[in-house]
């Protein structure tokens, strides 16, 4: 039996075997992965705890973890956890050198759980996207994109302003840069939300459902650190890590307040702009995410979309007349998307659909709906919807 794991760059820096300590540390951490216990936070705590593994060490059992649930549909449940992940590495760097070798049957059958299917417009070519490992993007602020294209090797600039795909093997975080607050982490089509919300200097948004801030700095940026931005979510830990980011990103224009998602809103300010970035299943995140795709439940779906709904119907009174409602998940079920949008356009009157040009301008008329898929933007799977109120 082979003693090491032959190993496809899945982060920067990731090349070579993983050692059989390596491929010890990845069985551990899969042991541990559970829907309370996403692969990334286990993976994030065994590393740090791992103290003295070489970065391109680590790096491989990242990889070594992602590809285990990424192909976890294709092993055979009667072998080691061991085997299993030398089967899931095998599979792994198969498919990036010859992707045609797994057929879209294949993939129907095995890439996701069966209930995803009634859920979700599932294609072949969605499934053969979230089998590739995902890239990397980040978002520099537009001040300081130049300096940020010279410090960093970024491919796939062309996708939307001062957006690229991380192809270096420098560690992000302890970039300088990163440090100073130029750039930060965010995903393709997490960006496009920004962009279709397109706030302006001076005006007055409200960032719902603001989380940790991913959004809510975007839109900063695009509102040049003027105008003002609520930012409310229920969870207080996430709004004291947005205090963090907004301070290492120079971020002034906002205020933080919690908000438990009920009628009773955190201000009478009526704005000019109403992002609601709702709690979804994440099912847009499963290329990146793998281990989501066997740790989320069919009922999630139908529960988060109440709340989505409870959410979206909240939130819309907040907006001032002429003003702009943006909902978007990252999620691609039916319920959670055009279901939640259908629904409030039943319930809710005095909005009406808002269409806008493509963010990616791809050559398709201005909708009130988007859809992101990753197959279009090598992103994260988004959904938008957008009104503006009579
Ligand atoms: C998709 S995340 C937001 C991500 C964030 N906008 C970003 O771009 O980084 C959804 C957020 O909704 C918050 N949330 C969940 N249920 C909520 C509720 N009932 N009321 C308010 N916020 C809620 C969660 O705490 C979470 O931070």
Known sequence: MKNTFDTEPETPGARGA???????????????VDRDHPADAVLRDALRSAKGLPRTESAMVSKAVFSHFRWRGWLDPNRTPQASLRQALGFAGTFRKKPASISDAELMEHAIPKWAKEEIAVAPDWLRSIQREPLLWIRSRAAFWNEVQRELVLLHRDRLPNAGAHAGDVDLFRCDSFQSGHFELQDIASQAVGWLCAPKPGQTWW?????EGGKLLHLSDLMKNGGLIWASDRSLRRLAFLKKRTARAGCFNYRAVPWQGTAALPTKTRFDGVLVDAPCSGVGTWGRNPHARWTTRPNDVHELAVVQQRLLQAAAAAVKPGGRLVYAVCTLTRKETDGVADEFERHVKGFLPEPVADPFRRPIPPVARHWFWPKDTDGNGMYVAIWRRL
């Open 207 to 211: 960032d719902a459902c603001c989380g």
């Open 18 to 32: 993983l050692s059989p300590a390596g491929a010890e540390l990845a069985v551990a951490v899969i042991a541990r």
